[in-house]
T-cell receptor
């Protein structure tokens, strides 16, 4: 079992719809969770961080964390063609005991169709 | 402007050569990281350093070496022992305080073995 798992996609979403991305992790004591957006050929860009159970909203993005079920999700509302990218989920394992290391999932490719 | 720079953007290596990738940051971050990304895959940690003159192996350190003589700089050498070095190499940095493990990435170096 991979430490951080994501559906590779592609997730095809009509423009204006909600894109829902999921990520599961295996380390129960993980405390910090991140979503990065990566355009083709570019480096990852941090778009959301979440540390507590529940929802965190930032503009059109909402991150949801459920530590009991060991999953974190990202919702993109009013999806735009510019949201077409690969979204990487990252987890700080071992409750931070390993320092600031992050473990990344393989990414979910999102395609927003006009 | 504060940020992370990597050079060169593209690098071509012949079989048996060692090459060094540069990573510099002016964010005053203590920790720096090197990742490798293969097509369609997530990021894998090569080496990381949380303080000057100290670094640790990541998940795929074989065939790579690093140094951390200055806080701002964390060069990565890809040695001839690395059998499959063609990949996208990403450098990242973060502050080292509890609860703030966000990592920020440079633009990357794309290495191709000829």
């Amino acid at each position: 079992q991979k430490e951080v798992e994501q559906n590779s996609g592609p997730l095809s979403v009509p423009e204006g719809a909600i894109a829902s991305l999921n990520c599961t992790y295996s380390d129960r004591v993980s405390q910090s969770f991140f979503w990065y957006r990566q355009y083709s050929g570019k480096s990852p860009e941090l778009i959301m961080s979440i540390y507590s159970n529940g929802d965190k909203e930032d503009g059109r993005f909402t991150a949801q964390l459920n530590k009991a079920s060991q999953y974190v999700s990202l919702l993109i509302r009013d999806s735009q063609p510019s949201d077409s990218a690969t979204y990487l989920c990252a987890v700080n394992p071992q409750g931070g005991a390993a320092g600031n290391k992050l473990t990344f999932g393989g990414g979910t490719r999102v395609l927003v169709k006009p | 402007d504060g940020g992370i720079t990597q050079s060169p953007k593209y690098l071509f290596r012949k079989e048996g050569q060692n090459v060094t990738l540069s990573c510099e940051q002016n964010l005053n971050h203590d920790a720096m990281y090197w990742y490798r990304q293969d097509p369609g895959q997530g990021l894998r940690l090569i080496y990381y350093s949380q303080i000057v003159n100290d670094f640790q192996k990541g998940d795929i350190a074989e065939g790579y070496s690093v140094s951390r003589e200055k806080k701002e700089s964390f060069p990565l050498t890809v040695t001839s022992a690395q059998k499959n070095p063609t990949a996208f190499y990403l450098c990242a940095s973060s502050i080292v305080t509890s609860g703030s493990p966000e990592q920020f990435f440079g633009p990357g170096t794309r290495l191709t073995v000829l």
